[in-house]
């Protein structure tokens, strides 16, 4: 089994220029070895980049207590979602960031659904649902989408402190809150450090 200096060296030769790794000598390259193996854990890689003025704690209370209905008219709550990895994703069809992000979410739903992972889209769209609808069906968006036609100033984004879009919080299955706004690349990071690997890389491998 390699060792931990070792390992830090491989590390390092994957993310530091040779130059830089030149002047790592055992000693720092091990204490460098005890950060990776720090980030290597979900929760506190995924925390540590929380914004320090987040409400954390009231995020975690509407996140708790929630109790929506989607699209499709199906409720979701809080028990519902115990036990899943959950993007909060709020959005809107005016807002092209968002929309740009569209192709990002659907390659992590499409490779963690069925292992846990779900996507409640938000809208805050203040035009009326079925034009939310035939927007969803167009995009061709897979994954639960919720309706707040009341906006920033509803109580879904007051409740999640959302004050501008896009805006999303990722919940790890015992419901902590572990990353904000994570987009595209570090999204997926996120999962395949959160969760298992899917059904589908499994039988890939087979």
């Not at 879009?165 to 994570?182: E, K, T």
Request: proline share 6%.
């Amino acid at each position: 089994m390699p060792s931990l200096l070792a390992l830090a060296r491989r590390a390092l030769r994957r993310v530091a220029p040779a130059r830089l790794r030149a002047t790592f000598r055992p000693a720092s390259t091990l204490l460098v070895a005890v950060a990776l193996l720090i980030l290597a854990s979900p929760s506190l890689a995924a925390s540590a980049a929380l914004p320090d003025n987040l409400d954390t704690s009231r995020i975690l209370s509407t996140y708790e207590e929630l109790q929506v209905e989607d699209l499709e008219g199906h409720t979701w709550s809080a028990r519902e979602l115990d036990g899943k990895v959950v993007l909060v994703d709020f959005w809107a069809t005016w807002c092209i960031p968002c929309r740009a992000e569209f192709p990002h979410l659907s390659e992590a739903y499409t490779r963690f659904a069925d292992a846990g992972f779900e996507i409640l889209g938000v809208s805050l769209d203040t035009l009326e649902r079925e034009r939310v609808q035939t927007f969803v069906d167009r995009e061709g968006l897979q994954w639960p989408q919720v309706h707040d036609p009341s906006g920033l100033g509803g109580p879904l984004a007051e409740g999640f402190g959302v004050v501008f879009l896009p805006r999303s919080y990722l919940f790890d299955s015992d419901g902590r809150l572990v990353g904000v706004d994570l987009r595209g690349r570090a999204l997926l990071d996120a999962l395949e450090q959160l969760m298992p690997r899917s059904t589908a890389e499994r039988r890939d491998d087979g």
